[in-house]
């Protein structure tokens, strides 16, 4: 069985572990697909090292990325947005082999690669085209049984965004992709850091996988955590994926908030989200209005992120319902991070009594797990009304500073 749905498949083959608008399949589902996809990949000679996904979000988009892992196999998230002499490009600099894709991009995925040369392409959804290998095809090619196991992992290759010249490849950061011996290994590592942070299954990605925050989905989906995926963002099928599939965590970014905000009341309101208990949000300061609106409307469930592609995640702000700043939230804090240096609120200690959110406890087992450094850092703001903590990894005096600062404009 593959490394990812094993477990899955085992104890609730039947339960949703991917879907789209299209299809969903289940965890015994989903198996078989996997361990065909690492077979095919290892199969191929000579040996190739990297595989280019260049397609709008599916199904099979999130497959691809996870046959790669499962394969050893360093996947590129190519944007499905560029242009014939830009995935030439990215083929060339990355040196990927192969190039999934969809119906959407197939036309300048064969293009791109027949100027590269030596380059296959990988179609799912698609007509027949000469030159292009249909993916159902592709699969049923190889066999079920599990592949090894005992190849190193290899992260994805991101590309910049090209603001000052090319595009740069940047390895996912360890932060974020746990460098391992094995991809057995590997799997292992995803499947604790999974349960070190809390039941957050089903996720929902609404954004391309080609960013670095989304593609994190995708590497959850293989420590056991099932994923909805939306093909592009739309406000009213966000709240309605959320109520069908009862979303616990996703990411988004402040104008996803903001277009959800501009919806009718009427429509807001036909859909329950109270499912939704992590809301992260990164990619620009959020405004405090919006911010505000979001907390009202889904609860005290945001976290807003901070980092880059090169450096992952480096900063954290989450927002706690309500705790006792004086003796609950300084003795949860350091019990469950014991390592690490708490700065006190400058305002003046919260007197109601109030046991810590549980995202006190989640940080804890982050840092046993090794997701968070053990010298994390930790800010405290405001926490008559809410608790704002902040967390950095390794963040400079100044970065501290300037994040210090930020904690107090949006509280």
């Not at 392409?121 to 599990?146: F, K, N, Q, Y």
């Not at 949000?281 to 979001?294: I, L, N, S, Y």
Request: a neutral charge; one cysteine or more.
């Amino acid at each position: 069985m593959s490394l990812a749905a094993a477990e899955k498949a085992r104890l609730t083959p039947d339960a949703m572990a991917l879907a789209d608008e299209r299809q969903t399949l289940t965890w015994s589902q989903i198996d078989p697909i996997l361990n065909r996809g690492a077979n095919g990949l290892l199969a191929e000679r000579p040996p190739i090292t990297r595989i280019a996904v260049y397609a709008h979000n599916s199904v099979e988009t999130v497959l691809a990325h996870l046959i790669g892992l499962h394969a050893g196999v360093s996947t590129v998230p190519a944007n499905f947005h560029f242009t014939t002499d830009e995935l030439v490009y990215i083929l060339q600099d990355s040196g990927a082999k192969i190039v999934f894709t969809g119906p959407e991009s197939v036309a300048t995925a064969k293009a791109a690669a027949e100027q590269v040369g030596g380059v296959k392409v990988i179609a799912w959804r698609s007509p027949p085209t000469e030159g292009v290998i249909p993916w159902d095809a592709w699969l049923a090619a190889s066999s079920e049984a599990e592949p090894p196991t005992d190849m190193p992992p290899q992260p994805h290759l991101h590309y910049t965004s090209g603001t000052t010249g090319r595009p740069k490849g940047v390895e996912t950061p360890p932060t974020m992709f746990p460098r391992k011996a094995t991809v057995r290994e590997l799997f292992e590592t995803l499947k604790a850091n999974s349960a070190a942070m809390g039941d957050r299954s089903p996720s929902m990605a609404v954004s391309p996988l080609y960013h670095t925050g989304p593609l994190g989905s995708v590497r959850a989906l293989g420590g056991g955590t099932s994923m909805a995926i939306m093909s592009r963002f739309d406000a009213e099928k966000v709240l309605e994926t959320i109520e069908k599939f009862k979303v616990k965590s996703t990411l988004m970014v402040p104008t996803h908030f903001q277009r959800l905000l501009a919806l009718p009341e009427e429509v807001r309101r036909k859909y329950d989200v109270s499912s939704m208990q992590v809301l992260s949000h990164t990619g620009a300061a959020c405004p405090r209005d919006v911010k505000r609106a979001m907390i009202e409307w889904f609860g005290p469930v945001l976290t807003e992120a901070y980092g880059a592609t090169e450096s992952g995640s480096t900063g954290f702000l989450v927002r706690l319902a309500t705790v006792n700043h004086s003796s609950g939230l300084a003795t949860a804090v350091r019990s469950a991070l014991s390592r690490t240096s708490l700065i006190p609120c400058q305002n003046e200690p919260n007197t109601s009594q109030g046991a810590p959110c549980s995202s006190i406890t989640r940080l804890g087992s982050m840092v046993s797990a090794g997701i968070v450094p053990s010298d994390t850092r930790l800010w405290t703001r405001n926490c008559v009304a809410w608790a704002g903590v902040l967390v950095t990894a390794n963040a400079s005096p100044a970065a501290s500073a300037a994040a210090d600062t930020d904690t107090e404009r949006i509280a």
